[in-house]
């Protein structure tokens, strides 16, 4: 089963930018669909965003416009760069493998949008 570990979250003040990394290690990474998903303090966990095998992509309607995810297979990664942050995106971000709760996790990585 392939193993995901996310990257490069931080504190960032509203309307700044962040780009969040996941890589794998495992086998199987190219067939997977990848989803980013989070969980903020007293939420259940959302789908943020997801990109199929074939770089088909579908975004959350409250982060239409601003997030945009991406993947390298060669790689073996999944990206999600994310514009115009707001206050209400704090979360934890989880990369998944499958777009399914059955799929690989990592272990999150923290966003935090305050000034």
């Known amino acids: 089963q392939v193993q995901l570990v996310e990257s490069g979250g931080a504190l960032v003040q509203p309307g700044g930018s962040l780009k969040l990394s996941c890589t794998a290690s495992g086998g199987g990474f190219r067939i997977y669909a990848m989803g980013w998903y989070r969980q903020a303090p007293g939420k259940q966990r959302e789908l943020v965003a997801s990109?199929?095998?074939?770089?088909?992509?579908n975004y959350a309607d409250s982060v239409k416009g601003r997030f945009t995810i991406s993947r390298d297979n060669a790689k073996k990664m999944v990206f999600l760069q994310m514009n115009n942050l707001k206050p209400e995106d704090t979360a934890v971000y989880y990369c998944?493998?499958?777009?399914?709760?059955?799929?690989?996790w990592g272990q999150g990585t923290q966003v935090t949008v305050s000034s």
């Open positions: 998944n493998a499958g777009v399914s709760p059955k799929g690989a």
């Open positions: 990109i199929t095998n074939n770089a088909h992509t």
